[in-house]
Nanobody, 113 residues
Framework: VQLQASGGGLVQPGGSLRLSCAASGIIPSIMGWYRQAPGKQREVVATSSGTGHTAYTDSVRGRFTISRDNNKNEVYLQMDTLKSEDTGLYYC??????????WGQGTQVTVSS
């Protein structure tokens, strides 16, 4: 089982980034993104049920968009109007219908001028 995330980087405030995550070895039910800022706990950013239902944490709603390609078992996070407080290590997460949970390796997002 592997979750391979990519797409992080350094961007100026107001800029955009797109994260991608490919799951192999499992058939995900729910996929999503979490992030962890320095000195803070990991928090959920956005989730997708795969049947069209999505959810966002309040701080990113309207700026971030989660989407999925169920045929490829991939999930994406389009991040627009980035702010410095969006800086952190972003983790891809997947949960199967049996409740097993898996994490990607994390990809760094830094928003700074």
């Amino acid at each position: 089982v592997q979750l391979q995330a990519s797409g992080g980087g350094l961007v100026q405030p107001g800029g955009s980034l797109r994260l991608s995550c490919a799951a192999s070895g499992i058939i995900p039910s729910i996929m999503g993104w979490y992030r962890q800022a320095p000195g803070k706990q990991r928090e959920v950013v956005a989730t997708s049920s795969g049947t069209g239902h999505t959810a966002y944490t309040d701080s990113v709603r309207g700026r971030f968009t989660i989407s999925r390609d169920n045929n490829k078992n991939e999930v994406y996070l389009q991040m627009d109007t980035l702010k410095s407080e969006d800086t952190g290590l972003y983790y891809c997460h997947a949960r199967t219908s049996s409740g097993d949970r898996y994490w990607g390796q994390g990809t760094q997002v830094t928003v700074s001028s």
